[in-house]
Every structure is written in C-alpha cells, then in structure tokens.
C-alpha cells in the first residue's frame, strides 16, 4: 500500500513501516489509512453525488450494465479492523472514510461492493504487488494451503513483472486491477481517471491473456466520477469490509488477531502483497489456519460475490 505524504504528521515509528514509495502516495480513507495519515480534509473526500463530481455523459462513456444485481441486497457489513499503530486523528479520520464509503456503496449497489453474502466464506485480497519477493511469497502459502487468492495488480508493476501476475492467474489466483499507478484517482483529471483503468487493464490482458471486471482504486478513494469510468470499461469496483491494516504492523501476529478478531460471514479481507509488505506474507501461514479452524471457507473473489473476475 503506498500512501501519499503527510509529513508533518509523520512518526519516526510510522517512518519505520512505509517505505519511500509508500511516503509518496498517502492518503486517507483508503486501502491503507495510516497513522501517519492525518486527516482527510473534507475536501479530499468523494461526496456522493456532488455535481462537481458527475460525470458528464457521452456515447463512449456510456457504463455497461451490471452483469448482475448487488450479491447482497440485504447484507451489508460495517467495514471493520483495527491496529494499536493507528491513533487519534488517523483513526478518527478512517472511521469517517468507512463510513462514507459504506454510504456510497449503498448508492452504488450493482456495481460498488464492500462485502459478500451472509454464509461461513471469507476472501483473502491482496493489493499492491506484483513484485518479485512478497507477491511470490504470498502465492507459495495460498498454493501451499490449496486456497486461491484474489490480487489487485498496479499496472506499471505489471509492466515491470508480467512474469509474476502471468504466475498468479496461471494457478488459478484473480489478478484484478489496481488502476495503472498508485494515486488517488478522486483527485486525478476525468481522462487520467480512464487512462489509467484502460491501460491498467490493457496490461493485465498482455500479462495474463484476460480483462479484469474488477477495480480496488488505490487508497479505496472512489467517487461518482471513478465508478462510471470503472463501468464504462465493464469493471465493478470491489472494496473490502475487513481492513487487516497489516501495512501499520511490523510483526505477523497483530494482523492475525486483528483478522480472527472481526471475521464475519461474507467479509472481503484487504490485505498487500506489494514490495513493502513482508509482515503480510510472514503472517499469512497463520492467518488462513486461524480462519480455517473458525469454520471459514476461504475462497476467490468471484466464487464469494458468484459474478464474474473477467470480461468475457
Ligand atoms: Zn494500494
């Protein structure tokens, strides 16, 4: 997870666990709230529905339809996960964000999803690789363990490991964008927006021969503009309802806990595989155990939410 600077706020401990690319791309309420991250200004955050925010509408633009109604209508988890790493305005401040984007999804139920169905199966994502150390690493326990994983690839890591993300999908693994770069798209010109999801997209199908139908924009930050950019190339966007915030630890067994802690039927489990992320990998073995023996089914992405993870 690579989070975007707040350096006056920055601890030397927060320092310790994110590396420099990490330092450059913080931000808020998203895939990896920080404690060093202060605060989302109220201006920084999507608002549902604002007009500045609308996209505006052209034939091309115009989002496929959904290839399904919402997989849980009815069902709709609180996003959860806590770290002791993570204090005072950074928590207070990712509480909003989880609440805000709890909102929005309900506005967006075909095609913004936080969580799965209410039965005893959980999905285990991964965002920010591929790399050469920690994705692989990641994908040896899940091979290890029989249970498939779901990534949300950068596409300029894609670039630079087609060999990793083609590893991924080859055993049965969904590799799913991230958008192209690491960057708040809420914040990004509508063309960078598209741009980005294309060509994110465009370098997964060279990689591993597929589109994804899936989007996490970097940091969780998602607004009306993202969504219908994400449809118009046939992507839904899929969040997380259970935030392991495995980047603010720097040992295994507070991100297991914190897992096994919150768990509930049907949670999408955000985790990283990026460069940065070697506690995540370490605390894996145990973290799939824990879940097992709690009575989990740990399965996919599209097994979980029953729709598709690629354009057919
Ligand atoms: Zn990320």
Redesign the pocket.
Known sequence: ??RRPISALLTAALVAVCAPACLSTRSPG???PSPARPSLPPADVPVPGSPAQTPTSSASDTPRPPAKPSPTPDYRLPIVGSSAAITGKAWTNMLSWRKRIAEFSKEHPDRVVLNGPDRPRVALTF??GPDDRNTLSVKETLDRYGVKGSF?L?GEYVRQYPDVAKKLADDGHLVLS?ADR?VELTKAGEDEVKASLRDAAAEIKRAIGREPAWL?P??GETDERVVQAAASIGSGIALWSLDSLDWSQTEPEPIVQNVLDHVRNGDIILL?S?KDNAVTAKALPSLIEGLQAAGYELVDLAALLDRPAYLE
Request: glycine share 6%; aromatic share 12%.
């Open positions: 997870m690579l998203s895939s990896a965002d920010d949300f950068i991230h690491h996490r970097p940091y990283h990026g």
